[in-house]
């Protein structure tokens, strides 16, 4: 591997493709991530209304559904993206996303089509479950080996800053639609303007990710003529373990805490929404920091400490939560969720992208990471949201995230420290 070490792309060159990378990663995980944001309003208009609860189950399952086939799309476009080359594996995801989309924000209605309505909304998240399966590793192998030495974790940290954004951006419009045109009309017709908005995301994103060049790394392995994957499955089963607190502290203290401040402490929709922007907000912050940081004292120190706080907080985090005490509680205990999930998200990328060579690379990386997101996070609001109806607890959902950070620590702690390393 030593005409890989001797690849080295110029500091210009680096910055110029992980911001285009950067700027695509937003808008796709802006049009995957509001459904979430707005499923209490989904649940309103593809389920019957005359059981709340169920209905908001049932669209929390298709959520969790949908991720089911981010281990396909992990497979298949990862493969590509390890044959073919990491870009074009990334324009498809991009124009598969923005499909999905406007699919969602175009489909009738229970009302008007029954039972279709639904399955269509079914579908449209199996195509979008399929593009972030293959997005993710994707995006992060593009970045990690366009990266300059010795900033790796913070380049390939705006990876995770770019999900936050697309996050970011998607809660911040529901939050200021509901905010604007009230409650009322977001669930009558306002949620569908987010998700055709979407669907404007895509042109742009692809015209940015056609516009840079294949990775060093990749075009040297290329010339070599020789794309086979290294062996692997260790670092595959290492990667899904890791990788489940990650996935469930995101999607249960992010995507799933607007309906559960709404549902539970009975916020407001737009106080719940702004709520979740504060966080995402100082997500976004914190997230690069902790990468350059990991580049200093390295990945294990930062991973191994987002773990123990995800260990230790829900308790007494939840535990304010229910206590009443208002509107600026919540924004802070979020807050505070941020910078434990920062912790992990800030260095995450770079440690994964460190575990796999640039043979397979894309492929091992989406789909382990992508099979523990399937399983532990896409299912966590719907987990979630089970367990309190279950146990008649708003305390739950915290044994379901300590669980996950038990699981994680363990297997982070069996690992190299790989911050100093070249890129295999």
Known sequence: MAGLAAVRPSVEQSRRAIGAATIGNVMEWYDFGV?????????????????????????????????????????VIGRMGDRVGRKPALVLTILMMAVGTVMIGLLPTYSAIGVLAPVGLLLARLLQGFSTGGEWGGATAFMAEWSVEGRRGLYTSLQQMSVAGGSLLGVGLAALLTSWIGSQAINDWGWRIPFLLGGLFGPIGLWLRRSVDETPPFREVLAEGDTAEASTFRHAAQAFGFTILWTVSFYVFLTYMPTYTRTQLHLSAAQALWASTASLLALMVLVPLMGALSDRIGRKVLLLSSCALCFVLPIPAFYVLTRGYGFASVVWVQIVFALAISLFSGPGPAAIAEMFPTRGRSTWMSSSYALAVAIFGGFAPFISQWLIDVTGSKMAPTAYVMAAAAISFWVIAGLRETAHEPLR
């Open 35 to 75: 459904f979430g944001f707005l499923a209490g309003s989904l649940a309103l208009n593809f389920f019957p209304r005359d059981d709340p609860r169920t209905s908001l189950l049932n669209t929390f399952l298709i959520f969790g559904v949908g991720l089911v086939f981010r281990p396909l799309g992990g497979i």
